[in-house]
């Protein structure tokens, strides 16, 4: 049982690349979501779903894309990346009736 | 619009000095409260779930309660090994996850 797992852990990235970054999570949880985490700005809500199938925009979804194929996996989508996107970017997932919510490590971001 | 305040911003106290952290919130049809922890270049650890207003969690020198506007997070003799951010969130009725701006606490030896 591996919980919230977030790859890659780094990455740089050119102005105007993409990248998908990966979350995959073992513990048959429904919902999934995507924050980015700027210094001493808090969580911001980017995408999330409720499962399988369905997804929905947070707080902050321009420039980011989602999918959830399978229960386990939320990738998300980075098209043309701007350097506004640098940021530490985390997942997590919650059962809805199990206590617990639980977060990967994240990813750190640089666009330059 | 589901909502989130967490208050002190900053909290310095002495080890064994207690203290409440205090998290205000507005949801539309709460399905659980819930209280995090996240040290310097980590992400967020999970404390306690909190579903319904008179509940209350504990776990070591942390107790955290809720009512139908806020949640308390009282640290009891707190160490050093207890300095890090605090982080409060909210699940409502739209299923989003809704987190407040969190208390960031120091504990002096």
């Known amino acids: 049982n591996a919980g919230v797992t977030q790859t890659p852990k780094f990455r740089i990235l050119k102005i105007g690349q993409s990248m998908t970054l990966q979350c995959a999570q073992d513990m048959n949880h429904n919902y999934m979501y995507w924050y980015r985490q700027d210094p001493g700005m808090g969580l911001k809500l980017i995408y999330y779903s409720v499962g399988a199938g369905i997804t929905d925009k947070g707080e902050v979804p321009n420039g980011y894309n989602v999918s959830r194929s399978t229960t386990e996996d939320f990738p998300l989508r980075l098209e043309l990346a701007a350097p506004s996107q640098t940021s530490v970017y985390f997942c997590?997932?919650?059962?809805?009736?199990?206590?617990?919510?639980?977060f990967g490590q994240g990813t750190r971001l640089t666009v330059v | 619009e589901d909502q989130v305040t967490q208050s002190p911003e900053a909290l310095r106290l002495q080890e064994g000095e207690s203290s409440s952290l205090n998290c205000s919130y507005t949801v539309s049809g709460l399905r659980g409260l819930f209280w995090y922890r996240q040290d310097p270049g980590k992400g967020p650890e999970f404390l306690f779930t909190l579903y319904s207003a008179g509940e209350e969690k504990e776990k070591e020198r942390l107790k955290a309660t809720l009512t139908k506007k806020e949640s308390f997070l009282h640290i009891t003799a707190p160490k050093p090994e207890d300095s890090a951010t605090y982080l409060c969130a909210v699940q409502g009725g739209s299923e989003k996850l809704v987190f407040g701006k969190g208390t960031k606490l120091t504990v002096n030896p």
């Open positions: 997590a997932s919650i059962h809805p009736t199990v206590p617990g919510a639980f």
